[in-house]
């Protein structure tokens, strides 16, 4: 019996497969466990004399908080990095080997070909976050009995951002070359972050036009915004109310910008989806 | 249900400036082995892609087995190795074609056997297990064959199936493209080697900048006689009696003599033709009679323009 739906679980499938086959998962997992070692022997170094020999257990608390921070940020980063890299050729590799020809002519439908790949890579995206941040987490609860709060909240922030990242990567493949796409989620990521810093000492300062601009940038590209809503979300109030460290900003963007980005993903996704519908392969 | 599998009218693809197929219609009937052949450049690819709805055509209309073209359901009864066959190097050849069984919408248990003949018929039996990238270009070309008859489909589009082989592999493939025809399976065939269109063609559209400027039947025209004539201008009872001895194919009056080929039965015809246009008094310049090869077809239809600069 014919039967002609399962074309978006196909790719997926195959995408996870490919995934899982190819050498730029073991380097990412290489990267990732020599990241961890390094975290831990830090840790275990560090951990017997946080904040100077006569601290208190607040201070004792509140420098490992930043340093749990300091790994989900390292983590955080290297999530970006695969979120950028993993899918980058998918499409415009194969369009350009000619791969996707083959692919096409199937009787799959054009879209479940873009979504079944966003797809696979988002699994293999979820798997990759949940082993870097498990393991910082896990690093810091084990070495330095410290687990910061509203994990629950934090990661689902960071995976969005993956997600949002991802979903450019994927759909500007539809269009551009390898090269070019990669370039530009990078850029993008690179200017949301130089945004918010501008927007971060902007507020410090008082100085509403550079707040503003941090904003505009924000909602242009919304990685680093969610990365700060999971990083204050990460900590208890009272540290973050100092703001005397780079993981407690002075501006976090409102609960909306979760709906926004969440938005966002859908929209860049469409137009993945309806400029890989029309083009010539 | 239509005998015609394929019909196009005024297919057209501009890309910006460049207008890749310009103007295209074509009919191919269920069963035939149907060479499309050109020089390089001619738009033979680029009118495959559209036929098979992985470029949308600027104008111009098509069916493939009765649907527009693109159509999903279709394209599961269709076949197609690309020009430049590349495929997911990292599957084995099995799993080329176990994938491709999902794609089909099939499951690979259901196929198994099919996959198994297939590797068998291309001669992979023994890589199959081995990743493609491994894979010599022959063999990639052989397993991309195979992947194009996985779904036993109704037309197979070939996009110059053996570029890559050596000449065991262009006999394989000659093999079954003869098997394909006695199964009544449908076969485009884009090539630009004459000897193996030839062999393999029942019908060949000659195309030449983006249009179809020839089609000729070969099985019809094989064993026959063509006989170029350059006389005076012929009357219209003169062309009738030459038409009686044979099959006028192309005419073209020039200024003070006009040129005409003719294709007979046989050479006894010949000066039956030749006293038509004496016997008037009509000046005779040139008459050369030949057992036409494709090759001479090609080179006639394409003019200078076919031939490297």
Redo the contacts between chains.
Sequence with gaps: M??????LS?VA??TLH?AL??RILLGALIAGGAFLVLYGLGLAAMVNNLGGPDATLLERRVALNMLTLAGLYAANLLVVLMAVLLPVDTLSGEIA???M?????????RRDIVLGKWLGHWVVLVGYLALLFGGVLALSAVIGRFTPPRIEVGLPLVLLEATVILTISIAGGTRLGTITNGMLAFGLFGMAFIANWVEQIGTGLGNTAAQHIGTIVSLIMPSEALWQMAASQMQPPIIRELGNSPFSPFSVASPAMVWWAGGYVVVVLAIGLRAFG?R?? | MSDLVIEAHGLRKQFGAKTAVDDLSLAVRRGEVFGFLGPNGAGKTTSIKMLLGLVAPTSGSATLLGAPIGDRMVRARLGFLPEHFRFQDWLTGRELLQLHARLLGRSPRDLGSRIEALLARVDLLDAANRPLRTYSKGMTQRVGLAQALLGEPEIVFLDEPTSGLDPLGRLLVRDVIHDLRERGTTVFLNSHLLGEVEATCSRVAFVKAGRTVHELSLGEEDGKVEVAIRAGALPDDVRAAIAQCGRIVDGAAEAAAEQIRVVVDDEERVPEIARAIVGRGIPLYEMKVARKSLEAWFLDVMGDEGRPG
């Design positions: 014919k039967r002609t739906g399962g074309g196909t499938h195959l490919e086959r190819r080997s000619g791969v020809q083959t692919l096409a002519v199937r009787p799959i439908r029309r010539a392969l």
